[in-house]
């Protein structure tokens, strides 16, 4: 699954610290703007404890969760979309991410330098949407150039796209989101082949203090995020990035003392996974038992057959039948034969559109 979120925000608020969070990559982080030039990539592992619950139920020799991508991108500046700072490349970069999580900062820190020497997480936020506003209405007014003479013919295509561009042209000059346009569905495949920044949906994440791991609710920072966020129907988290990095490297042990002396149940990184992943529209099937059980990651609204060709390809090719079994039931009822005697296994064909939860065992023959 090649689908990737991109980590963007202001320089110095903590995107790299978060980053290495996730990832444990490693990624250079420096007191002063540009630490990162090129986009960094991690895979990271997904937190999910139905993973935990099938071995219980079904032991394999091994458990494998699964796995999606986050690329953490330079910070961007005033002026990015006219070029300033590093601006072209990192719009590039942003531009071939499939969701966006846009850090914020949320927390005071006179050691750590503020790129416009103050924290204001709405206008840090503001600025780079601005930015990446500005850049898609420089990109829709040379495409309108070119669509309005093909449209002037008879060419069916230009006009649908024409309507579009006029669509999203005045809400982006208003500096609003192409993300906040409702477009039906074939505006929607049109959308998609413009590859617009603010198309992209989002994720906001409040960067806060420590010593507000325990009651994020209570920063007055992080509610400004939030509300910010509701007007665009996006959602709002927030982790204590640095904290987390320490929790990172820590072993389970370790690691649960921690959460403990700080008063919270979970690592933030694990809502923030979960966060991104539903964010990029994906969701999981499992394989149970035997050598080993597995997570498998899918885009919502796959198919039987394309979800096995995930696992192989000679899975999809030769595709016969998939035997299914919702989580919920077997956590339920507690083996897979009490399964099949309440009628809950199910045997489903080539139309079958994948759910969340599934675990399958593909049939084939190549």
């Not at 569905?185 to 960067?207: C, D, H, M, R, W």
């Not at 927030?238 to 370790?254: Q, T």
Request: aromatic residues 6%.
């Amino acid at each position: 699954m090649s689908l990737t979120a991109g980590i963007v925000g202001l320089p110095n608020v903590g995107k790299s610290t978060l980053f290495n969070a996730i990832t444990k990559a490693g990624a250079e982080m420096a007191n002063y703007p540009f630490a990162t030039i090129d986009p960094n990539v991690g895979m990271v592992e997904v937190p999910d404890d139905r993973l935990d619950r099938i071995q219980e139920l079904i032991p394999a020799d091994k458990v494998v969760p699964t796995t999606f991508e986050f690329t953490d991108i330079a910070g961007i500046v005033k002026g990015a979309s006219k070029g300033e700072g590093l601006g072209n490349k990192f719009l590039e970069n942003i531009r071939q991410v499939d969701a966006i999580v846009h850090v914020v900062r949320a927390f005071d820190d006179d050691n750590i330098t503020h790129v416009s020497g103050k924290v204001d997480p709405i206008d840090d936020i503001e600025t780079i949407n601005l930015e990446l506003g500005m850049a898609d209405l420089e990109a829709v007014d040379k495409r309108l150039s070119k669509v309005q003479r093909a449209a002037k013919g008879n060419d069916k295509d230009a006009k649908a796209e024409l309507a579009v561009l006029e669509k999203i042209k005045p809400v982006l000059e208003a500096g609003g989101a192409v993300r906040t346009i409702e477009f039906d569905e074939e505006e929607q495949k049109i959308v998609k082949g413009l590859f617009l920044l603010t198309s992209k949906p989002v994720l906001y994440v409040a960067n806060i203090a420590e010593d507000d791991m325990a009651d994020p609710e209570a920063s007055e920072y992080f509610q400004q995020i939030k509300e910010y966020a509701a007007k665009e129907n996006a959602e709002a988290i927030a982790v204590a990035a640095e904290a987390e990095e320490e929790i990172a490297e820590l072993d389970d042990a370790d690691k649960a003392d921690f959460l403990a002396a700080e008063g919270v149940e979970e690592p933030g990184l694990n809502r923030l996974i979960r966060a991104s992943y539903k964010l990029l529209g994906l969701q999981t099937f499992f394989t149970a038992g035997g050598k080993e059980t597995k997570a498998w990651t899918f885009k919502a609204g796959t198919k039987a057959p394309q979800a096995a060709g995930i696992i192989h390809s000679d899975f999809e090719r030769g595709f016969i039948r998939a035997e299914v079994m919702s989580f919920t039931d077997l956590d339920e009822l507690e083996t897979p034969s009490a399964v099949k005697e309440a009628g809950k296994l199910r045997s489903e064909g080539k139309e079958y559109v994948m759910q969340d939860g599934d675990i399958v065992e593909f049939r084939f023959n190549v």
